[in-house]
């Protein structure tokens, strides 16, 4: 299930808030994976997918930023204190060519055992925007 093909984007001091972007971008095809199971005769890609490739290119900007260097046995986790905010505007179909996520980060922190990042993530499909979710947090936590 890896959803980022290419990193086209990579800034600590970028997006709305000055506090980090990462943007990456996964060619479609007709026989993406994905499509075959959901929806029968009207196939597009499941909005939880497309939020777990947001999630990807957050673990891949921890990681990017050296927090899981020293951190052998650390999983990445997303943390639901705070309500998520999901829009979707749109749908990925079978007759799209390219999917590209953004993630604008709010806040990050770095003290402690447990790195957390915050963002806004969107996805554009084919350039129009289709999906929003704000305040999504992603935390690098010992195993349990």
Known sequence: MRFLQRVSAFDVKGGFWQRG?????RDITAESWFFRGH??????????????GGLQLMMFYLAAIGQSLH?????????FEEKIL??????VTPRNRQL????????LTLEGDTPRLTGTLLCTVDGLLSF?????SLCLTPAA
Not at 39 to 51: E, Q, R, V
Not at 132 to 136: F, G, I, K, P, T
């Open 21 to 25: 972007y990462m943007k990456a971008e």
């Open 39 to 52: 929806f029968h005769n009207d196939p597009c890609m499941p909005g939880t997918l497309i939020l777990e």
């Open 71 to 79: 951190r052998d046995g650390y999983r990445f986790q997303p943390a």
């Open 86 to 91: 999901v829009k979707c505007r749109g749908q």
């Open 100 to 107: 590209t996520y953004e993630c604008h980060v709010s806040s």
């Open 132 to 136: 929003q979710a704000e305040h999504v």
